[in-house]
């Protein structure tokens, strides 16, 4: 059996080939699962602080219900952009491990390496991207819990409202 040029032997060059963007995809769905679920947070605890402005909520807490509106719709576009750039990234790795199971399968690609090299490259970028929008919005998400916290041993009585706005 003929091995390349480390010695390692073609079809498993050719798995690793076809595995790296599958793999790298499956990281990106896996983390757009979790993402998802803190997006559907936020904008159940959007819509309570917004029915609660229409409502009159409790008198004085407009100012906090308004500041937690515009800190919760930041998070929202946030964490939607890091989904979406996810997204990208997991369409982008398809796209690279289809052209390296093409090329396996003997169908003729037009400049092959760049048609998988620049689907992969730019998938991570994209992941880069996404992360650091992650890692935003979890910083947000740990400002508004000490905030919480802090204000929920200054008064008591409304603690419990406050900390629902930071569940996600």
Not at 21 to 36: D, R
Not at 66 to 87: C, H, K, S, T, W
Request: charged content about 20%; overall charge negative.
């Amino acid at each position: 059996m003929p091995f390349g040029p480390e010695g390692v032997p073609p079809f498993v060059e050719a798995a690793q080939a076809v595995l790296a963007p599958l793999a790298v995809g499956t990281a990106a769905a896996s983390i757009v699962w979790s993402l998802q679920d803190r997006l559907v947070v936020v904008g159940s605890d959007l819509r309570d602080r917004a029915a609660s402005l229409r409502d009159g909520g409790e008198s004085g807490s407009d100012d906090d219900d308004r500041e937690q509106v515009r800190v919760l719709l930041r998070r929202a576009r946030i964490l939607q952009a890091a989904v979406l750039g996810f997204y990208g990234a997991l369409l982008l790795q398809i796209v690279a491990a289809s052209v390296v199971g093409l090329e396996l399968a003997g169908f003729a690609v037009p400049a092959a390496p760049v048609a998988i090299l620049v689907p992969f490259f730019a998938g991570l970028v994209l992941l880069l991207a996404a992360s650091a929008l992650a890692l935003i919005d979890t910083s947000l998400s740990f400002r508004a819990a000490a905030s919480d916290h802090a204000l929920g041993e200054a008064e008591p009585e409304t603690a419990g409202k406050r900390r629902q706005s930071s569940r996600a």
